[in-house]
């Protein structure tokens, strides 16, 4: 059957009233578990503020970007109708078998008069009392007076296991229509800003600063807050008023037994109702398991007429006469047992119902929930025993299912129902692993059952021990199958405890693939919570995990899930640093570079500084100011600064190549024809190196000028620039050449072998300034004019005042501190120039 939906016909009834359906046999049954065809992998989608979360139970939950198109709008509040549905469904559900009349609110008129009256100003209540003193009471018939003050009505939540972040979440899906819809913080906030109701909170479990983030984030609501005393209280500055809840006295508890008992007391019942209130304190939770202890003694001292063959009563008068002396008379239960009466009312009972209370004991005070009563204990009919155990007041309802009453497992404990905690633990972690991943099972059901599973997985997974050959550990499937459903129900509390129970016995026994699952799905949550330091390592760890074990499809989930975190924190994946993280030490034969970084190659502009300015004395940080930073500081340093040599060499040597591969190649150029004998200077006459021109036949100025005119070059070439390459060049003839350098025609022997430097051509200019005139030396002869040709035919005239006196061709100049036995440069071709 069905856990989630049974009909009539669950109980052993069709729903037509018919005769009661055949059940099939279990050999069938057996033979279909063996045949069945897998079912398919549920995957949810759901929007968590701007991501798009795809709940995936095999390869883990993928996260992206919220298309546009996928985005949802802003929710709507439900109707009238609606709200009236979604408070019936956080109802627990009522147990099968006969209901017990109602009891009535006694002695609490006065506080249920003020509570209203403040809710009704806007005003938010705390309400204080003892565990057993009826709040939860007091607070049911509070919620029907309320029930009109509030446009957004009555809004009924529980606290218990619940933080303040869960209890806003949980509000919002109270009265808005949003499915699948999970707000980030802002947008929660804003939305909850809107609501305006009478919040009924029921066992909260912290009060101070948090319970002023939820009243101040709710500014339109009224709450009225039920808490223990040892729960802490307001802070001094919030406007939350407190009432206190204080016991019954004598007359009204012996009055609540009467009620509770069906009938009037007897003297001696009277006398133990009076011991029995000054020991509990006037607690109606004591006076409500009291009655059913006397209901149980009724039962006992009925004739033994009243059974049937299956042991359950019958009607039988509870008013007749118990003196008839028949064997049945059974003692009242002393004042010890009256004031813990667990055990002698769990004694009465069916097997079924003390099972169930094993199974609770076992998972810290949790009732299952009544469809997975017979699969535990073993009894079709198990289900009925809620209702057993609600009639004796060993069950409290707590938001939408029941807990122990309190003080009912210490009692139990202590008569030995705790004795098989573990076994009864993995018991039931068993069936919730098999029936959260049942496809017909839905995620808000399974959110329902969330306090018994965790229950189950905080009880059994610090004992998780490795599975055998073949088998599975129970744990980690029950956190495999149930953390999915706790993430598509939108309950991410219980999931981020699914997740964290099953990363610690997934590490126990030894499952590298589980560990992977259970980070990825961290790194997730974390990620949806704005977490980017947590969701970075999670999901960290997992891609190293994965890539071990070469899972392609999930590392590739797992890497798209750390791109959005680099996106969101800004800094790309790898290069990040966490706060404190020193420089790694140098390894192999790699550089370290400095804690402060790189400096940068081309620092950015500054702006001129201000003339006003004020000019402070600045303290350079230390080593310890450069630990905190994060950026560059993250990888291995030295590998940038190896990379960043290896980048400017090879800049420098294509750079390099570059201009070997674009100067010209002519052997003539001029960085080619440059000998080892000194360069020639340039005469006043002669304009071809960029010299001042001279005043034709000055001899004043020029000691060492004949006074011939000196014409200038009037072709340039084609570059128009004198004196280069690309100059005509004269035709060979025997007339002395127009070189600076004083060369002689290729036929002379006299002339040296030219010897071509590998230096690049100059680029500057010589001086323009007045050539200085050369002074001969005393051993040589009077120099004598020597005419030349330039370039265009017009004879020019200069001479040199130190040039070699065995020369048959004369130089048109040479250096004034040139040596007497030095000889001019003759290179090959007539038209280079120096």
């Known amino acids: 059957m069905d856990p989630n939906n049974r009909g009539p016909e669950g109980y052993g009834h069709d729903g037509d009233g018919d005769m009661p359906r055949q059940r099939q046999p279990r050999e069938s049954l057996a033979s279909d578990f063996g045949q069945h065809t897998p ?98 009471a007091l607070l049911d018939v509070v919620a029907e007076d309320c029930a009109d003050l509030a446009p957004d009505g009555v809004v009924r939540l529980g606290g218990h296991h619940r933080t303040a972040s869960d209890l806003l979440h949980d509000l919002f899906y109270a009265v808005y229509n949003a499915p699948l819809h999970r707000p980030e913080r802002d947008e929660l906030h804003e939305l909850v800003r809107e609501i305006g109701a009478v919040v009924i909170l029921d066992d909260i479990e912290f009060g101070g600063a948090a319970l002023d983030e939820l009243l101040d984030t709710t500014p339109e609501c009224a709450f009225l807050i039920a808490a223990t005393p040892d729960v802490p209280a307001p802070s001094a500055d919030s406007a939350v008023e407190e009432v206190f809840l204080s016991g019954l006295d004598r007359a009204r508890g012996v009055e609540l037994l009467e009620r509770a008992v069906g009938r009037v007391l007897t003297e001696d019942e009277a006398n133990w109702a009076g011991d029995l209130w000054f020991e509990s304190e006037g607690l109606p939770l004591r006076f409500v398991q009291a009655g059913a202890l006397l209901r149980q003694r009724d039962r006992l001292r009925a004739s033994a007429d009243s059974f049937d063959e299956f042991g359950v009563y019958q009607d039988a008068p509870v008013d007749a006469p118990f003196e008839a002396g028949d064997g049945h008379d059974v003692p009242l239960p002393t004042l010890a047992e009256g004031a813990a009466p667990a055990a002698l009312l769990a004694s009465r009972m069916t097997e079924s119902a003390r099972d169930t209370l094993r199974f609770a004991v076992a998972l810290g005070g949790e009732v299952p929930h009544q469809a997975h009563l017979p699969a535990l204990v073993g009894d079709t009919h198990a289900d009925a025993a809620l209702g057993e155990l609600l009639s004796c007041a060993l069950v409290s309802p707590v938001g939408s299912r029941y807990r122990l009453a309190a003080g009912v497992q210490t009692q139990l404990e202590a008569v030995g129902y705790g004795d098989d905690v573990q076994g009864r633990a993995l018991t039931a972690a068993q069936h919730y692993a098999w029936w959260a991943g049942h496809p017909s099972v839905t995620p808000e059901r399974v959110c329902a059952e969330a306090d018994a599973v965790l229950a189950a997985l905080g009880v059994i997974a610090p004992v998780t021990t490795p599975p055998g050959e073949g088998e599975e550990s129970v744990t980690v499937q029950l956190a495999r199958t149930a953390a999915p459903a706790f993430a598509a129900g939108l309950h991410w509390s219980a999931w981020d405890q699914a997740l964290r129970y099953g990363s610690e016995a997934s590490r126990l026994t030894g499952e590298v693939s589980e560990q992977a699952y259970f980070h990825h799905e961290l790194g997730i949550l974390a990620l949806c919570a704005g977490q980017l330091d947590g969701a970075r390592a999670e999901l960290e760890a997992s891609i190293g995990l994965r890539g071990a074990l070469t899972d392609k499809r999930g590392t590739v989930a797992g890497r798209r899930a750390l791109a959005l975190v680099a996106d969101r924190s800004g800094t790309p994946v790898g290069i990040g640093a966490t706060t404190g993280e020193e420089v790694p030490d140098a390894r192999y034969e790699e550089s370290q570079s400095p804690p402060g970084g790189i400096p940068a190659a081309f620092p950015p502009l500054q702006a001129p500084a201000d003339p006003a300015t004020l000019v402070t ?190 020369s048959s061709a004369p130089a048109t100049s040479t250096s004034a501190s040139a040596p007497e036995s030095s000889t001019a440069v003759s290179p090959s071709s007539s038209d280079d120039v120096i």
């Open 617 to 806: 004395h600045r303290t350079t940080p230390g080593p310890a100011a450069h630990k905190g930073r994060g950026g560059l500081r993250g990888l291995a340093r030295r590998n940038l600064v190896a990379a960043g040599a290896g980048a400017l060499l090879a800049a420098v040597l294509g750079t390099v190549v570059t201009l070997g591969a674009t100067s010209n190649n002519d052997p003539k150029t001029p960085s080619n024809e440059v000998g080892p004998n000194p360069s020639a200077s340039q005469g006043p006459g002669d304009d071809s190196l960029g010299a001042d021109k001279a005043d034709d036949g000055d001899d004043s100025d020029n000691s060492g000028d004949v006074g011939a005119p000196t014409s200038s070059p009037t072709d340039p070439g084609p570059d128009g620039t004198y004196g280069t390459s690309d100059d005509p060049t004269p035709t060979d003839t025997d007339e002395p050449s127009d070189d600076p350098s004083g060369t002689k025609k290729p036929s002379d022997p006299s002339s040296p072998t030219k010897s071509p430097t590998s230096k690049p051509p100059t680029t500057s200019k010589p001086p323009t300034s007045s050539t200085p005139t050369p002074t001969p030396t005393p051993t040589s002869p009077s120099p004598t004019p020597t005419p030349s040709v330039t370039p265009s035919g017009t004879p020019s005239n200069s001479t040199s005042a130190s040039g070699p006196a065995t």
């Open 39 to 136: 079912a398919l992998a549920r995957t949810v989608q759901l929007v968590s503020g701007d991501f798009l979360l795809t709940v995936n139970p095999v390869d883990g939950s993928e996260i992206e970007a919220c298309p546009p198109g996928e985005r949802p709008g802003r929710p709507v509040k439900f109707t009238a109708a609606e709200r009236a549905e979604v408070d019936r469904a956080a109802k627990p559900p009522v147990p099968p078998g006969p209901s017990l009349p109602a009891l009535p609110l006694l002695a609490r008129q006065e506080e249920r008069e003020r509570l209203v009256r403040l809710l009704a100003r806007g005003r938010s209540v705390r309400l204080t009392g003892a565990a057993g003193s009826g709040r939860t």
